[in-house]
């Protein structure tokens, strides 16, 4: 009963591991292409968030510009205004075309503010 019977049982069972070994060879080259394939994903992503963080990059520097120069009109600005303090205190009208000559300066930074904004 177990004679030449037995033998076909051996080979099912021999054929049963080839083909284990097979597959769990065939599942790691699936995962590896899987994993593969989701990098290539990943580096196509991270060119445009590159491309797209540099853009931002960009437009962020055109607004620090522009901060500057708004600052530089409120700077320019808030001497004139205390030179008129001055010239108040001072009792010196004179002192009026010095504030006059900051607040040039700065209206001249804020039209450049305006222009470029």
């Given at each position: ?16 591991a080839v083909f284990a070994v097979c ?92 222009l470029h904004g």
């Amino acid at each position: 009963m177990y004679g030449s019977g037995a033998r076909w049982i051996t080979i099912s069972a021999l054929l049963s591991a080839v083909f284990a070994v097979c597959a769990a060879i065939a599942a790691l080259q699936s995962g590896h292409h899987a994993n593969e394939a989701m990098l290539d994903e990943y580096k196509a992503q991270q060119k445009e968030i590159e491309k797209e963080a540099k853009e931002k990059e960009e437009h962020s520097f055109a607004h620090f510009d522009l901060h500057r120069t708004f600052a530089k009109a409120v700077t320019f600005f808030q001497i004139a205004i205390a030179v008129v303090a001055i010239a108040v205190i001072a009792r010196r009208k004179w002192f009026l075309w010095v504030a006059a000559t900051f607040s040039a300066i700065g209206a001249c930074f804020l039209a450049v503010g305006r222009l470029h904004g």
